[in-house]
């Protein structure tokens, strides 16, 4: 196979997983079987490929069956951890979406915490973050929990970039991964707020979403999904309409400006870049009267919520944070 194409808009650089390529990968449970098609080479156009199911765990051990199912059909991998709230909003979307795809897709979760050489590996600095394997060479897709037809918009263009390169497969659950009944699971359903939040984002009306959530919210105050989707969906809301020459711009003029640097560090957290956002916010809050001080602290506080609190990134910047205000 020749090398990948330019990567269409929207899908970011390609990663080097050399070191896990050519490691024996010993048999584990869960992990994917290898392609198995009377007839037909693995990786020819249209090939089938046998897997116990198509959402599957995979670890810096078993990875390699990953790269080599990957010559048969486009494989999503979802790098992701236990703590992370923005984490267990995106993983029904991506159980949902790869679900409807039926095959053309396969779903692969890589647990952070336990995977670290994987996580190096497709430079996951913030999680959720979400890539492609196609042909053994990965793709960095998104990072944060988009909403479900953002999510589709991508899978799309990871399929037209798979066909230029002639990963056309399909992956066909074998009977031991099916229900007694022979159906896959349906995912557990999200309580009433949240999935009233997941239809607004769905149809794009951020305002609703934002509502849902904060009813959510009043109704408990400890529920930390709720949470982390309302500072997730008003980032969102927030980035529609602009244009990062004018945001970059207006900042650059007003370095000042609280508004202004504030835009420039949701660009900055939605493109995966959170440490600029945070020493651009932490830089000018210094400057800042009373009113600019609370608005960056108030966006700094959503912007914890959507990297994760346990994240070592968001730690330092709170610190700093709180020197700033005592």
Same mark, same amino acid.
């Given at each position: 196979?020749?090398?990948?194409?330019?990567?269409?808009?929207?899908?970011?650089?390609?990663?080097?997983?050399?070191?896990?390529?050519?490691?024996?990968?010993?048999?584990?449970?869960?992990?994917?079987?290898?392609?198995?098609?009377?007839?037909?080479?693995?990786?020819?156009?249209?090939?089938?490929?046998?897997?116990?199911?198509?959402?599957?765990?995979?670890?810096?051990?078993?990875?390699?069956?990953?790269?080599?199912?990957?010559?048969?059909?486009?494989?999503?991998?979802?790098?992701?951890?236990?703590?992370?709230?923005?984490?267990?909003?995106?993983?029904?979307?991506?159980?949902?979406?790869?679900?409807?795809?039926?095959?053309?897709?396969?779903?692969?979760?890589?647990?952070?915490?336990?995977?670290?050489?994987?996580?190096?590996?497709?430079?996951?600095?913030?999680?959720?973050?979400?890539?492609?394997?196609?042909?053994?060479?990965?793709?960095?897709?998104?990072?944060?929990?988009?909403?479900?037809?953002?999510?589709?918009?991508?899978?799309?263009?990871?399929?037209? +970039?798979? %066909?230029?390169?002639?990963?056309?497969?399909? $992956?066909? @659950?074998? *009977? /031991? &991964? =099916?229900?007694?009944?022979?159906?896959?699971?349906?995912?557990?359903?999200?309580?009433?707020?949240?999935?009233?939040?997941?239809?607004?984002?769905?149809?794009?009306?951020?305002?609703?979403?934002?509502?849902?959530?904060?009813?959510?919210?009043?109704?408990?105050?400890?529920?930390?999904?709720?949470?982390?989707?309302?500072?997730?969906?008003? +980032?969102? %809301?927030?980035?529609?309409?602009?244009?990062? $020459?004018? @945001?970059? *711009? /207006? &900042? =650059?003029?007003?370095?000042?400006?609280?508004?202004?640097?504030?835009?420039?560090?949701?660009?900055?957290?939605?493109?995966?870049?959170?440490?600029?956002?945070?020493?651009?916010?932490?830089?000018?809050?210094?400057?800042?009267?009373?009113?600019?001080?609370?608005?960056?602290?108030?966006?700094?506080?959503?912007?914890?919520?959507?990297?994760? +609190?346990?994240?070592?990134?968001?730690?330092?910047?709170?610190?700093?944070?709180?020197?700033?205000?005592?």
């Amino acid at each position: 196979m020749t090398g990948l194409p330019p990567v269409p808009a929207g899908l970011r650089g390609a990663v080097d997983l050399s070191s896990l390529v050519n490691r024996p990968a010993p048999s584990a449970a869960g992990a994917p079987a290898q392609p198995t098609a009377p007839g037909q080479p693995a990786g020819a156009p249209g090939a089938a490929v046998a897997v116990p199911a198509l959402v599957v765990d995979a670890t810096d051990a078993t990875f390699s069956q990953v790269l080599e199912l990957s010559n048969t059909v486009p494989v999503i991998v979802d790098l992701w951890a236990e703590w992370c709230g923005p984490c267990k909003q995106l993983s029904p979307v991506l159980d949902k979406l790869v679900a409807e795809y039926a095959g053309r897709l396969l779903l692969v979760k890589v647990d952070v915490d336990a995977n670290p050489q994987l996580t190096e590996a497709f430079q996951a600095q913030s999680i959720p973050a979400v890539a492609a394997v196609i042909g053994g060479r990965p793709v960095q897709l998104f990072v944060g929990a988009l909403p479900e037809a953002q999510v589709r918009d991508v899978f799309e263009q990871v399929l037209q +970039l798979a %066909a230029q390169n002639g990963v056309t497969g399909t $992956a066909v @659950v074998d *009977g /031991a &991964a =099916a229900s007694e009944d022979g159906q896959t699971p349906e995912p557990e359903p999200l309580p009433p707020h949240h999935q009233d939040a997941y239809d607004a984002i769905d149809r794009g009306d951020y305002d609703a979403a934002i509502t849902a959530y904060r009813t959510a919210i009043a109704q408990d105050p400890r529920d930390q999904l709720a949470v982390a989707g309302l500072a997730q969906v008003s +980032l969102i %809301a927030r980035l529609q309409g602009v244009t990062i $020459a004018d @945001v970059r *711009g /207006a &900042a =650059a003029a007003a370095p000042t400006d609280v508004d202004a640097q504030l835009a420039v560090a949701d660009l900055d957290v939605s493109g995966g870049h959170v440490d600029d956002a945070f020493d651009r916010v932490l830089t000018v809050f210094p400057s800042l009267d009373a009113a600019g001080k609370d608005a960056a602290r108030t966006r700094l506080l959503d912007y914890f919520e959507i990297v994760g +609190l346990d994240d070592p990134r968001v730690a330092a910047a709170r610190r700093r944070l709180t020197m700033l205000l005592y």
